[in-house]
Nanobody, 126 residues
Framework: QVQLVESGGGLVQAGGSLKLSCTAS????????MGWFRQAPGKEREFVAA????????YYADFARGRFTISRDNAKNTVHLQMNSLKPEDTAVYSC???????????????????WGQGTQVTVSS
């Protein structure tokens, strides 16, 4: 079956950096757009970043642009999220997701993703 396993979360001070990774199995990774989403306590899940199957196109939420970088390694079935200049408001559970790469996928749309990981906690202290 399909599994997406995130790693790299943790506790970091404001201004610090973390690199999240998500390793996929049970699917043809290079056929999927990969996305990162986050959910803070009491808030809805929100889009962070996405990358198309080839890596040619990337998409970012406004709050992530300039601070976060999404990348992928299709040979290792892995997608990364490098997060710099972290702020306390970045505290959330970060989850990766996979969407079958078609012209109709909307990268920021939660409902377009077919598979989800369990998430990794990121806590940014002030």
């Amino acid at each position: 079956q399909v599994q997406l396993v995130e790693s790299g979360g943790g506790l970091v001070q404001a201004g610090g950096s973390l690199k999240l990774s998500c390793t996929a199995s049970g699917l043809t990774f290079s056929r999927f757009t990969m996305g990162w989403f986050r959910q803070a306590p009491g808030k809805e899940r929100e889009f962070v970043a996405a990358i198309t199957w080839s890596g040619a196109s990337t998409y970012y939420a406004d709050f992530a642009r300039g601070r976060f970088t999404i990348s992928r390694d299709n040979a290792k079935n892995t997608v990364h999220l490098q997060m710099n200049s972290l702020k306390p408001e970045d505290t959330a559970v970060y989850s990766c997701a996979a969407a079958i790469d078609t012209p109709w996928v909307t990268p920021h749309e939660v409902n377009d993703y077919n598979y989800w990981g369990q998430g990794t906690q990121v806590t940014v202290s002030s």
